[in-house]
């Protein structure tokens, strides 16, 4: 490792902790040369892992529509950690997706106690009123609380049904006294990260969720059971191209051909066939090989990248025959910045992190506080250097406060030379980080009586 062994900051497999996220996780690393604009979060290294960004980097490259959907849990002051889902949020709408805020208000309520009016409170005051200081558009933004949203808990109940307790018991380490709110808010939340491809809530279309990494078992589950319902599968073939296989359940069989007794239905197949294969070749294939009896269809031409766009179509006709025709969901993972006393960020402990409404005074003494990774003595610092891996206003310049490639890299190389020392280092992190609040708090004086721009019709 370049660094004499140190974790560089600046690339994004620096850490072999988030190396073998992503390896455990079944996760992708983020390419930031494979994006069309990346940004900050993908140039730092601060966006690592991603399931399915391609699908979604398709849409951007084709003006083709996508959905972004995010949550927050209405409790507690809104601080830095939460921002930076806020920033992968705002970066996908800039690239053209729409945005959908779920307020947690029913997972709050049953995990937490806290009630819905009070979440509602919370939701609007705190966090919405941030993000649009943060910059979201409050034209493609709709914000919604799980507990006014039937689609949502319909959905959570209708897509239960494919999962079960052993599942649980897997994917969140669940068992006999674990409260049975716990079991509800991931069904919730499994509802809420499909929704928005509902026909009436914006229709069929990718959608992309940006998390902390902690979220993944979600998004595992959410996917997991989207692919359960789907009638139509697309697989890869093992010598090249896309194999279209019929997905057949007892609640799809007679739409699928398939008599009660378990014959395939010829004339039925073979009209199912005739408008899969219309469609892959409106998508421009003229190489298709169908075997209706089998179930299957051959594109021998298809590449991967062609399989999201042939599994869309597939959906659509699903769609139209009945079916849910639901899309996994695509996800990013950031990481997560250090808590300033070296632990992690929590809203419950004040000093390990910076509140967007912390004044400048708080926030100068958590900065003087915080961890650093100057030397013990100013002359071995001026000898071996800063290291910036462990130094918290290094890292809160690198993920929060200096949004200027060429000033952080400044820093970074002063600092690492032993010509800044870490009281300099936490002083420019002071000044970056004031401009930083007093804009926000700006913005917010702005935002005050518009935050209803930024609520779903069923929000208000
Ligand atoms: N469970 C999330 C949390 O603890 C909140 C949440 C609910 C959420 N629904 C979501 C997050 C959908 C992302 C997507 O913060």
Sequence with gaps: MANGGRIDPWSSDQSTDYARIVDQFGLSAVDPSSLPNPGILHRRGIVFAHRDLDVVVGCMNRSD???VLTGLMPSGRMHLGHSMVIDQVRWFQQQGGDITVTVADL????????SLEEGRKTAINEYVHNYAALGLDPDSTNVYFQSSRPAVQRLAFTLGRRTNLSEFESIY??????NLAHVQAPLVQVGDIIHPQLDDYGGLRPIVVPVGVDQDPHLRLTRDIAQKTNWFNVKQRKDGGLTVALSIQDS??????????????????????????????DLGFSDIKLNPKHGTLEVPAATADDRARIRMAMLAIERKMGGMGLMPPCSTYHRFAVGMTGDKMSSSKPETTIFMDDSVEEMSRKVKRAFSGGQPTVEEHRRVGGDVSRDVAFQYLQFFFEKDDNALEEVKNEYESGRL????????????????????????????????????EDAI
């Design 65 to 67: 529509p996508f959905g």
């Design 107 to 114: 997972e709050a309520l049953a995990t937490r106690g806290t």
């Design 173 to 178: 380490g669940f068992h006999g006294e674990t």
């Design 252 to 281: 799809n069989k007679s739409q699928l051909a398939v008599s009660d007794s378990g014959q395939v239905e010829m004339d039925s197949r073979m009209a199912l066939f005739s408008e899969i294969e219309k469609s892959v070749s």
């Design 421 to 456: 020392l870490a009281g300099e280092v936490k002083q420019i992190c002071i000044d970056r980080a004031t401009e930083w609040l007093n804009d926000l708090k700006e913005k917010r004086i702005q935002w005050e009586d518009r935050l209803g721009e930024f609520l779903a």
